[in-house]
């Protein structure tokens, strides 16, 4: 009797049988519950237990995973600058990086600077490997990776030109120490130097 009085109330309300408004209100729940568990993170399952040997083995490894985090996380300390003094461009040429024993050097308007910091940019595989070990003064100005640029001489070069090698100047004297000079007449000899080399190949 009281359930026939609840179906007559659900029919009376709203206007489906019992059947379609259980059906319904089924639905209903179930979209609920699908929806909600997607804003919802489900429990970790819980791991089967270990037993005691395996349990103090998998400690070690992540004691060991440690250390070796730790020890990947040193930093990479460079070895101090070491003054060249007065270098020739062909003696240069062996400061390009590809030695990790040496400095990397780069000459701007006769002045060697150690960019051996700077090794992701100017080292064998870096963006700037090119101008490790020479004399990169014409090549900054122009802001140009052409072998040919590579030297010192700044014949030629509007103001604008000369303007961006300043910039360039000042960024190196920031960021690396001066370690050296060129010789005094390697400048000439290494501009001729580099435009028959240019012309030869």
């Known amino acids: 009797m009281v359930l026939q009085g609840i179906a007559d109330a659900v029919q009376a309300y709203t206007g489906l049988s019992p059947a379609a408004a ?16 997607l804003f919802v993170a489900p429990a970790p399952a819980s791991a089967p237990p270990k037993p005691p040997q395996q349990e103090k083995k998998d400690e070690e490894k992540e004691e060991k995973g440690h250390e070796e985090e730790e020890e990947a996380v040193m930093p990479f300390v460079y070895p101090d600058p070491v003054e060249v003094g007065e270098i020739t461009l062909e003696q240069l040429r062996a400061y390009d990086g590809k030695d990790p024993a040496k400095q990397i050097l780069i000459a701007i308007r ?32 122009l802001m140009s990776f052409d072998p040919n640029d590579l030297t010192g001489d700044l014949e030629g070069l509007s103001p604008d030109e000369l303007e961006v090698l300043q910039d360039w100047e000042e960024k ?6 001066r ?12 501009a001729q130097l580099e435009h028959h080399e240019g012309e030869s190949s």
């Open 110 to 141: 006769g002045q060697v600077y150690d960019v051996s910091r700077g090794r992701l940019f100017y080292g064998p595989q870096g963006p700037y490997s090119l101008f490790a070990g020479r004399d990169a003064t014409r090549a900054l100005a």
């Open 22 to 37: 259980a059906t319904i209100l089924a639905l209903m729940l179930a979209t609920y519950l699908l929806v909600s568990s």
């Open 179 to 190: 370690v050296g000079h060129l010789a005094a007449d390697s400048n000439q000899k290494g």
């Open 172 to 177: 190196f004297k920031e960021r690396y120490p």
